[in-house]
């Protein structure tokens, strides 16, 4: 994944702008920071709600 990331790196600060690989890499920087962005909120957000359940035993093991 990192020299993917280093490629996508490489073709944005081309000198050819709008071109295809520029499109290509703004998606894939635009889709790792959602991920990201996302999987951080559900670690925040996902850990208390957790702990709260737990104390009221509704917590379900999905093995």
Known sequence: MLPSIFM???VIFEKSQYSFGFVVAILFFWSLLSISLS???IVI???PVIKILNKFNLVIVII
């Open 8 to 10: 996508a790196i490489s």
């Open 39 to 41: 999987s951080i909120i």
């Open 45 to 47: 957000f996902g850990i």
